[in-house]
Nanobody, 124 residues
Framework: QVQLVESGGGLAQAGGSLRLSCAAS????????MGWFRQAPGKEREFVAA????????FYGDSVKGRFTISRDNTKNTVFLQMNSLILEDTAVYYC?????????????????WGQGTQVTVSS
């Protein structure tokens, strides 16, 4: 099993940046593909980004392509989400997720472990 703890959320202005971190513990981090998802009030959880266990491949949701970057540091058991050019629609609770496989799925139901989430609020 793996435990996930997100951090780095907060309030940002439109056009600004935030960097989210997700620290993993309890298992071999490099054995897990990692994903970021988000959920806005009244909406379904949405895929944001994913990265393979080696970090060699990344995937992004259409709404964040070109603005967000996912990366990982397997020596620090941490996955990151760099969010640039933030827009109001990026406001949501952001969740980190893990699954014990090499490739990185984009569906919520393929992930086995979830963090508690961190709030990101973008203001105009």
């Amino acid at each position: 099993q793996v435990q996930l703890v997100e951090s780095g959320g907060g309030l940002a202005q439109a056009g600004g940046s935030l960097r989210l971190s997700c620290a993993a513990s309890g298992s071999t981090f490099s054995s897990y593909a990692m994903g970021w998802f988000r959920q806005a009030p009244g909406k379904e959880r949405e895929f944001v980004a994913a990265i393979t266990w080696s970090g060699g491949s990344t995937f992004y949701g259409d709404s964040v392509k070109g603005r967000f970057t996912i990366s990982r540091d397997n020596t620090k058991n941490t996955v990151f989400l760099q969010m640039n050019s933030l827009i109001l629609e990026d406001t949501a609770v952001y969740y980190c997720a893990a699954v014990a496989r090499p490739w990185a799925p984009t569906n919520t139901n393929e992930y086995d472990y979830w963090g508690q989430g961190t709030q990101v609020t973008v203001s105009s």
